[in-house]
Nanobody, 126 residues
């Protein structure tokens, strides 16, 4: 069974940090681009960060640039999203997704990813 499972979400104070994990099972992440998306109540799903498969290049949205870092560990078949200096506006459900992409992941929207996790809640509040 092909699936992605996110973990690591929770409640954190503004300025704090969290590390989200995205563990793949039933398939290898090798050759797949991996992306993190988030969706806040009443808002559209937005791309946060992604990492391409062919050259390992990463891309982050302007809203998280310099604060969030995406990475992958092939040996563990897992991807991560390190989130630092968290703000209340980062509150959302965070999803990881994987897909075989021909170009850099920065050019693809959420509907172009075929494998999704169930999501993990991140709440930034004092």
């Amino acid at each position: 069974q092909v699936q992605l499972v996110e973990s690591g979400g929770g409640l954190v104070q503004p300025g704090g940090s969290l590390r989200l994990s995205c563990a793949a099972s039933g398939f290898s992440l090798e050759g797949y681009a991996i992306a993190w998306f988030r969706q806040a109540p009443g808002k559209e799903r937005e791309g946060v960060s992604c990492i391409s498969s062919h050259d390992g290049s990463t891309y982050s949205a302007d809203s998280v640039k310099g604060r969030f870092t995406i990475s992958r560990d092939s040996a563990k078949n897992t991807a991560y999203l390190q989130m630092n200096s968290l703000k209340p506006e980062d509150t959302a459900v965070y999803y990881c997704a994987a897909e075989r992409l021909a170009l850099s992941c920065r050019y693809y929207k959420h509907y172009e990813y075929g494998i999704w996790g169930q999501g993990t809640q991140v709440t930034v509040s004092s």
